[in-house]
């Protein structure tokens, strides 16, 4: 059983390029080790991930490219990886966390989790294969809502729509993880590899197309006055003015 951790509480674990990096290169290498029959992703703290770091992201908003492809090298590790991967949501996931969270197996929630996609809040569109991802377990018309309106998902919504597998009151919940992720280490390996393999391929068929297009559209973006704007208000605490420039 691997466990990995993000680990950055003091600013509810926000993600730069060297993490997801990181996090990508251990899901890979979990692919050759015999002692990993189970992945655990989940964070430290009061929350899963905040997302990628606004304060790195503004003081070198020439280079946010950087945390997009590792957080697309870790999206396409939780789905290529012929183990099960289990998503422990703590608290917040948001942006690229809350992407690598909804691509993972079996996703179990906190009870006071919720999981949102900023990105539009900063003058962005989706990415880490949200916008396939998402769509695929909820439907077109939530998915647009995340997206487009950045608004929260609660836990229990999120359980009653089908974006995770498992809700469980805050106090119960490590008991929750630790006994899925013990029986999916104990499970038949081999059809968990094959089970695995058949519903991406049934549901994600369009996963690589999706982004490949969010990597161009999110290249694009970068270079608007409405990015530099939303980081901006972000780190000034106001409300963001977007000029579509």
């Known amino acids: 059983m691997l466990w990995l951790t993000f680990d950055r509480p003091e600013v509810l674990n926000a993600v730069n390029g ?21 992945v655990v992703i989940t964070g430290t703290g009061a929350g899963f991930s905040a997302g990628a770091d606004m304060a790195s992201l503004r003081l070198a908003p020439e280079h946010p490219v950087e945390t997009m492809d590792g957080a697309n090298r870790v999206i396409r590790a939780v789905v290529g990886l012929p183990k099960p991967v289990l998503a422990a949501v703590n608290g917040i996931a948001a942006g690229v966390a809350c992407s690598a969270a909804l691509a993972s197996d079996i996703i179990v929630a906190a009870e006071s989790a919720a999981f949102l996609l ?7 569109m989706t990415d880490g294969g949200s916008s396939a991802s998402v769509a695929a377990s909820i439907g077109r018309a939530r998915a647009m809502r995340m997206a487009l309106l950045g608004e929260p998902m609660t836990a229990a919504d999120a359980l009653a ?30 059809a968990q590899s094959g089970i695995k393999k058949a519903i991406n391929a049934a549901t994600l068929p369009h996963l690589e197309d999706a982004l490949t297009r969010e990597h161009a559209g999110q290249q694009a973006l970068f ?17 963001p003015v977007f000029r579509g420039e």
């Open 118 to 124: 900023p990105f539009s809040r900063i003058g962005l």
């Open 18 to 38: 060297e993490m997801m990096v990181a996090l990508a290169t251990e899901l890979e290498g979990a692919r050759a080790r015999d002692d990993v029959r189970v």
């Open 223 to 239: 270079t608007t006055r409405d990015f530099t704007e939303g980081l901006d208000a972000f780190a000034e605490g106001r409300k």
């Open 161 to 190: 729509c089908g974006l995770v597998t498992h809700v469980a009151p805050d106090e119960e919940f490590p008991d929750l993880v630790a006994r899925l992720a013990r029986r999916l280490a104990s499970g038949p390996t081999i």
